[in-house]
């Protein structure tokens, strides 16, 4: 049974893989509609210390535009929610809904066709994502 999630984990500090996975994201048509620091506001709320994690929701406008048409109420189920989380120091796992798999529950062959499709596009940005070079950093 496919999973509702598919990840990668970065050699990379979460701020660094938040940066390239907008940059990797963008090249497949998303932009960053919203940010949640889920870490920052447990600690708030709750005054509980958790390790940094963030749900970023990603939204492609022309699939958007695409599902909303098919179904009006689809947008209960937008934007894509990424998850990045700090897994060390300098290490990072990065963790995105597989839309294909959640729109199952819809029972719509039209949805689920275009659902396959952001599912493929998610993917190739998260496969991006270990692709990009590490650029090594001067200290002065």
Same mark, same amino acid.
């Given at each position: 049974?496919?999973?509702?999630?598919?990840?990668?984990?970065?050699?990379?500090?979460?701020?660094?893989?938040?940066?390239?996975?907008?940059?990797?994201?963008?090249?497949?048509?998303?932009?960053?509609?919203?940010?949640?620091?889920?870490?920052?506001?447990? =600690? %708030?709320?709750?005054?509980? @210390? #958790?390790? /940094?994690?963030?749900? +970023?929701?990603?939204?492609?406008?022309?699939?958007?535009?695409?599902?909303?048409?098919?179904?009006?109420?689809?947008?209960?189920?937008?934007?894509?929610?990424?998850?990045?989380?700090?897994?060390?120091? =300098? %290490?990072?796992?990065?963790? @995105? #809904?597989? /839309?294909?798999?959640? +729109?199952?529950?819809?029972?719509?062959?039209?949805?689920?066709?275009?659902?396959?499709?952001?599912?493929?596009?998610?993917?190739?940005?998260?496969?991006?994502?270990?692709?990009?070079?590490?650029?090594?950093?001067?200290?002065?």
């Amino acid at each position: 049974m496919p999973r509702y999630y598919f990840a990668q984990t970065l050699n990379l500090p979460l701020e660094e893989s938040i940066t390239r996975l907008i940059e990797s994201l963008s090249e497949e048509g998303f932009g960053l509609l919203t940010d949640i620091n889920v870490q920052a506001t447990i =600690d %708030q709320k709750l005054g509980i @210390a #958790i390790a /940094p994690y963030r749900i +970023l929701g990603f939204c492609n406008p022309h699939f958007a535009y695409q599902a909303l048409v098919l179904d009006r109420h689809i947008g209960t189920m937008l934007p894509c929610s990424v998850v990045v989380q700090a897994q060390g120091e =300098d %290490q990072t796992q990065v963790s @995105a #809904i597989n /839309p294909a798999q959640a +729109l199952q529950v819809v029972e719509d062959e039209a949805l689920f066709e275009l659902a396959q499709d952001v599912t493929r596009c998610l993917q190739r940005g998260l496969r991006r994502l270990s692709e990009q070079p590490i650029e090594a950093t001067a200290h002065g």
